[in-house]
């Protein structure tokens, strides 16, 4: 769906209603640069030829002209002109191609490339730029119009370039280039040129063409061509340039690595997409994805805390940050414990990993589970112990006999448990521990998720472990607090032996200056974490009760910020769930086939979010009716 801005919605199916004018026959693409900002891809490779998912940027965009009716396209070519001749040919997809030179492209910029083309402005012009992807709709939007007009987006802020204002009516009303752009405090007023014009051949012949010589010969050829554009806005002789709104549709200008890897997910099917995401880990809301599988408060940190870490990001990216040790008492301050019991890892996952490695010869764990715990050991390491199969509780018997029998050295309790969400009560886990503790195997209690808990902080062991030397909690402060990009996590011990082994096996330099300011502000905002963890409780259990009106699907309350669902319809499984929500609905949630327990392919672990968000999951659950096989 495209629309002029200030218009209606304007459907794709009456894109050429009778009176309005017909299709652009020619197209003009300014497709002379280097690119050198794309690195080694355009070494011996135009930047038009630099291929998203194997297809060259040039042949897309001439795939989507000839869709939209274009028979003719002006290709101005400068480096490496011969390669692109070669490779497009005469004709293309049954395109005309006409190839002109710029031949001074690698001394001036684009203003000089659409100056070369001149002779072939006398008519109705598609100008595109050679370094955008784009689908069919970008073009057909423009035709709405009987004037020129130019496509447009949402500013956002990985974008560059220049962006427009415009009245109610879409009519733009100023170009602003360059260091007006990043001067510009409210980006919500413009809207970013996508680098699609359609020019109609009057204002061509009266207006555009004759500001376009002008200007280069008098000698302003370092300029874009958008200069001329800007100028004739701004003198009011360019009145009927309208803006159409492309936000909804699919387009990219790549401009170097980064443009290029958003470009091409973008460019992916959905089911391609999805794919994708598997192996990504993070960054998802790079790609605009509602992502419902991590677990991670949205409620923190305020924004005046994020303000400090703004002020002095110039510093932190400029200097080294303190080592390990010192990470190591900035936690101890915030958890009120002596700075020899705490080790501060890259988040938990740092830790978990050199516990595996190198210090727990067999390990008992309650499964499923968090899967770093299991991942870090040999299978032969492992001695695993089923939830109980319905309401997925620990039985604390079962699990003290199983550690005693298998001879574990260590055993590991994840509450609340991911990904069941349910909580083991402080009392049972000190009793387990007293249990474990005669048979010498160490109980490490992981309570990343416990301040989400009906329960609260008085379901944590943590104010325990001083005095009891065969208890440690481990905790992922990168979940409770809302960082995971800061990579933050912690054990507790009162065994100063067993930290000082796993500090031994620590680089100096295992967090970041991000990380270290953060911790360095934490202390301030205490009163704002208790609110955002009474918040993310309350949210999550109206989330649960929403998710109980799921046809198809069973909820178990949860005491996290997420929860842990059965498909209850035969045949239907939790990876064909997941990847129907995200191709249909853009939404991603985590599977859980690859979890330790029977039918782990029939079950979902679905994080809570704001409310409104949880609420579009819940409708979209709905939709995909769940209850049908």
Not at 118 to 145: A, N, P
């Amino acid at each position: 769906m495209l629309k002029t801005l200030g218009s209606d919605l304007v459907g794709l199916a009456n894109i050429h209603p009778v009176g309005t004018p017909a299709p652009v026959r020619r197209a003009v693409i300014l497709a002379a640069g280097m690119g050198s900002r794309m690195g080694s891809l355009t070494t011996t490779v135009p930047k038009c030829l630099v291929e998203v998912n194997g297809i060259p940027i040039l042949f897309r965009s001439l795939r989507v002209l000839a869709a939209a009716g274009v028979t003719e396209a002006v290709l101005v070519v400068g480096y490496e002109a011969d390669q692109v001749r070669r490779r497009v040919g005469a004709t293309f997809e049954g395109v005309a191609i006409v190839y002109i030179d710029a031949p001074l492209f690698d001394q001036t910029n684009n203003i000089c490339s659409l100056w070369d083309a001149r002779e072939y402005l006398d008519e109705d012009v598609l100008l595109i730029e050679g370094d955008v992807v784009f689908d069919l709709d970008v073009v057909l939007g423009l035709h709405e119009h009987p004037g020129s007009s130019m496509a447009v987006a949402d500013d956002r802020a990985e974008l560059s370039g220049t962006v427009v204002r415009h009245d109610e009516f879409g009519v733009v009303t100023s170009f602003v280039l360059g260091a007006g752009r990043a001067a510009l405090v409210d980006v919500k007023s413009v809207h970013k040129t996508v680098n699609l014009y359609l020019l109609r051949a009057t204002e061509l012949r009266d207006t555009i063409l004759p500001e376009l010589c002008r200007q280069v010969e008098s000698g302003n050829v370092q300029a874009y061509y958008e200069t001329v554009l800007g100028d004739l806005v701004a003198a009011r002789q360019l009145r009927d340039l309208v803006a159409v709104d492309v936000t909804a549709s699919r387009w990219y200008e790549i401009d170097d690595h980064r443009d290029l890897d958003n470009a091409e997910f973008m460019f992916l099917s959905p089911d391609e997409q999805y794919d994708r995401v598997q192996t990504l880990h993070g960054s998802y809301w790079r790609h605009g994805i509602i992502d419902h599988a991590y677990l991670y408060n949205l409620h923190f940190p305020p924004q005046a805390m994020l303000d400090h870490l703004h002020k002095e990001m110039p510093e932190l990216i400029r200097n080294y940050p303190v080592g390990q040790a010192e990470f190591d008492r900035l936690v101890a301050q915030w958890v009120g414990a002596p700075t020899e019991n705490i080790v501060a890892g890259n988040g938990a996952a740092e830790l978990i990993r050199v516990l595996g490695e190198h210090l727990i010869g067999k390990m008992t764990i309650a499964v499923p589970s968090f899967n770093e715990y299991e991942n870090a050991l040999r299978p032969d390491q492992l001695d695993r112990v089923p939830l109980h199969a319905e309401s997925f509780d620990v039985d604390l018997d079962a699990f003290a006999e199983s550690a005693r029998r298998a001879g574990s050295d260590v055993a590991i309790l994840v509450t609340p448990n991911n990904p069941t969400a349910r909580v083991v009560s402080r009392a049972d886990v000190l009793e387990l521990d007293r249990r474990l503790s005669s048979h010498g195997c160490r109980l490490i209690v992981d309570e990343s998720f416990i301040e989400f808990s009906r329960g609260g902080r008085a379901e944590s062991v943590e104010d325990d472990v001083i005095g009891r030397p065969n208890l440690a909690v481990m905790k992922s402060m990168s979940k409770v607090f809302g960082v995971p990009g800061l990579r933050l996590g912690y054990l507790l011990t009162d065994d100063r032996e067993f930290a000082a082994s796993v500090r031994g096996h620590l680089p100096i330099w295992n967090l970041n200056g991000f990380a270290e300011s953060f911790l360095r502000y934490l202390g301030r905002y205490r009163a704002d974490f208790d609110v955002s963890c009474e918040l993310v409780r309350d949210t999550c259990q109206s989330f649960y009760a929403d998710l109980l009106t799921v046809p198809g699907l069973a909820a178990l309350q949860p005491d996290a910020n997420f929860v842990f669902c059965k498909i209850t319809t035969p045949g239907l499984t939790g990876p064909a769930v997941a990847r129907r929500l995200y191709v249909e609905h853009g939404i991603l949630i985590k599977d859980c086939a690859s979890k330790s327990m029977p039918e782990a392919d029939r079950y979902l672990r679905i994080a809570a979010r704001t409310t409104e968000e949880n609420r579009r999951l819940v409708d979209a659950l709905c939709q995909l009716q769940l209850d049908q096989p």
